[in-house]
């Protein structure tokens, strides 16, 4: 599970940013996926609002902050660019 907080100005603008902490639990699905470590890090976002489009980027870095070192790291960057199209009728 990853939790990610922002903190950004209101500028009232087309453009919005914040940047934030981020903290990752341990979740495992098997032990092929995830990490038994707790993650800690930064996150940013940044997007650009012009109806009827949103385009955007979502980031953050963690790194470990606690668990075992043999059971895999939290150490994990991550990027999601995103698009999103509103109807008039939505």
Same mark, same amino acid.
């Given at each position: 599970? +990853? +939790?990610? &907080?922002? !903190? ?13 902490? +981020?903290? $990752? =639990?341990? /979740? ?6 995830? =990490?038994?470590? &707790?993650? /800690?890090? +930064? ?6 609002? $012009?109806?009827?489009? =949103?385009?955007? !980027? !979502? ?8 668990? $075992?070192?043999? /059971?895999? =790291? /939290?150490?994990? &960057? ?5 698009? $999103?199209y509103v109807t008039r009728d939505a």
């Amino acid at each position: 599970m +990853v +939790v990610q &907080t922002f !903190l950004s100005p209101n500028n009232n603008s087309k453009f919005i940013w914040g940047v934030g902490p +981020v903290i $990752s =639990t341990p /979740a495992l699905s098997g032990n092929d996926f995830g =990490t038994r470590q &707790t993650g /800690a890090g +930064v996150s940013a976002v940044g997007l650009y609002m $012009s109806a009827p489009w =949103t385009v955007g !980027l !979502l980031t953050y870095q963690t790194w470990d902050v606690g668990g $075992s070192d043999i /059971a895999g =790291t /939290a150490n994990n &960057t991550y990027w999601q660019p995103f698009i $999103s199209y509103v109807t008039r009728d939505a």
